[in-house]
């Protein structure tokens, strides 16, 4: 069990370039989430994914698009990067199905540079 | 809307000192709350979570008390080790389990 991955570990942009994040987990969740973590800041939700083929903004949304894939992949999009979404980038997933036991499970982090 | 606002850090404390990180928190109704850690370098894990009023979350040593009165989730352990040194994050359950998390406080622990 391999829990959330994701990829790259890594990545450096120039502003205006593109990429996607990419996010898998293996524990059959059902809900899956994006993140971002800012010194000073905490995590601030950027998109959700309550179930497969439903996705909904969070609290920072604006420059970011996202995809969910199927029940075990959910990607995050940057269409022209800018240097304020310099930042680490984590995903998580939980079951919503079970009332109690949603404790989202996070993903080792994307550390994410726009020059 | 929903906010966490936790003490802000860091904190310091010598090997098997006392530990306290403050948390209260602003949400409609009584939601879910949790202490997540993170090490260096790693994602965040759950450390301990309570889900209604009165609830005692604990895992590892730590401990935090759902007080609805206060709105507040402290996280306290009796005696910490080095290798607790960490950045400590309080959170609410929102919809659709989604999580709000207060700023993060790192804790060092010297020897």
């Known amino acids: 069990n391999a829990g959330v991955t994701q990829t790259p570990k890594f990545q450096v942009l120039k502003t205006g370039q593109s990429m996607t994040l990419q996010c898998a987990q293996d524990?059959?969740?059902?809900?899956m989430y994006w993140y971002r973590q800012d010194p000073g800041m905490g995590l601030r939700l950027i998109y959700y994914?309550?179930?497969?083929?439903?996705?909904d903004k969070g609290e920072v949304p604006n420059g970011y698009n996202v995809s969910r894939l199927n029940k075990r992949e959910f990607s995050l999009r940057l269409e022209s990067a800018a240097p304020s979404q310099t930042s680490v980038y984590f995903c998580?997933?939980?079951?919503?199905?079970?009332?109690?036991?949603?404790?989202?499970?996070f993903g080792p982090g994307t550390r994410l540079t726009v020059l | 809307g929903n906010s966490v606002t936790q003490m802000e850090g860091p904190v310091t404390l010598s090997e098997e000192a006392f530990l306290t990180i403050n948390c209260t928190y602003t949400?409609?109704?009584?939601?879910?709350l949790f202490w997540y850690v993170q090490y260096p370098g790693e994602g965040l894990q759950l450390l301990l979570k309570?889900?209604?009023?009165?609830d005692k979350g604990s895992n590892k040593g730590f401990e935090a008390t759902y007080r609805k009165e206060t709105t507040s989730f402290h996280l306290e352990k009796g005696s910490v080790q080095v290798s607790d040194s960490a950045v400590y994050f309080c959170?609410?359950?929102?919809?659709?389990?989604?999580?709000?998390f207060g700023k993060g406080t790192m804790l060092l622990v010297s020897p």
């Open positions: 998580a997933s939980t079951n919503l199905d079970r009332p109690g036991t949603d404790t989202q499970y």
């Open positions: 309570a889900t209604k009023a009165d």
């Open positions: 949400a409609t109704g009584y939601p879910s």
């Open positions: 959170a609410l359950r929102g919809g659709y389990s989604t999580l709000t």
């Open positions: 524990m059959n969740h059902n809900s």
């Open positions: 994914s309550a179930s497969e083929g439903t996705t």
